[in-house]
């Protein structure tokens, strides 16, 4: 059972707006900042979104992130059949000093 | 640009002690803006941070695996190491290393391929 808690799937059309949860605690979500990851199939995590809201050099600005208290957003516009994938969130956790990931949301556009 | 690469066995006999080394190249290991880090997937599963390390030899550890676990750096072959004793079949995954930020940001924004261990006598 992971610390941060995503949906374990999501899903929708080419050219919908998909959102998916991150919720944490005051020792994670609440405290520090939330990043992003997406993972292709049989590829490695990349960096999607970092510090909440900031997007690497190279993102779409489709992709999109939001935090509110101990609970965090990605948000998907414009959704491509390339965007499907797996999609994580992560954060510091100063309890078990540490890092934290949720269990990931599978996203299917249908 | 900066690249990272695993390498070590894919298969490991239960009890026995995991050692993987991941290779820097295009950088400086001895960045004083980052931490170098393990994550592993089980198949089908999600991912879990193992330890991150940096460059002068200080380490933290997931708590969960701590007493299992030993990270180690060689700057002047600008690598680290994964060592994770008493393997069983649920350690069986991808391992990654990875580069993190040391303060903000501090996402893991680069990462290796990846290499599947599995644990089977």
């Known amino acids: 059972q992971s610390v941060l808690t995503q949906p374990p799937s999501a899903s929708g059309t080419p050219g919908q707006r998909v959102t998916i949860s991150c919720s944490g605690s005051?020792?994670?979500?609440?405290?520090?900042?939330v990043n992003w990851y997406q993972q292709l199939p049989g590829t490695a995590p990349k960096l999607l979104i970092y510090?909440?809201?900031e997007r690497p050099s190279g993102v779409p600005d489709r992709f999109s992130g939001s935090k509110s208290g101990t609970s965090a957003s990605l948000a998907i516009s414009g959704l491509q059949s390339e965007d499907e994938a797996d999609y994580y969130c992560?954060?510091?956790?100063?309890?078990?000093?540490?890092?934290?990931f949720g269990g990931g949301t599978k996203l299917t556009v249908l | 640009q900066l690249q990272l690469q695993e390498s070590g066995p894919g298969l490991v006999k239960p009890s026995e002690t995991l050692s993987l080394t991941c290779t820097v190249s295009?950088?400086?290991?001895?960045?004083?803006?980052?931490?170098w880090g393990w994550i592993r997937q089980p198949p089908g599963k999600g991912l879990e941070w193992i330890g991150s390390?940096?460059?002068?030899?200080?380490?933290y550890y997931n708590p969960s695996l701590k007493s299992r676990v030993t990270i180690s750096v060689d700057t002047s072959k600008n690598q680290f190491s994964l060592k994770l004793s008493s393997m069983t079949a649920a350690d069986t995954a991808v391992y990654y290393c990875?580069?993190?930020?040391?303060?903000?940001?501090?996402?893991?924004?680069?990462w290796g391929q990846g290499t599947m261990v599995t644990v089977s006598p």
């Open positions: 990875a580069r993190h930020g040391r303060g903000d940001p501090d996402a893991f924004d680069i």
């Open positions: 295009g950088g400086s290991i001895s960045s004083s803006s980052y931490y």
């Open positions: 510090s909440n809201n």
């Open positions: 005051s020792s994670n979500i609440g405290s520090n900042s």
């Open positions: 992560a954060a510091w956790d100063d309890s078990l000093n540490g890092w934290v």
């Open positions: 390390i940096f460059y002068s030899g200080s380490t």
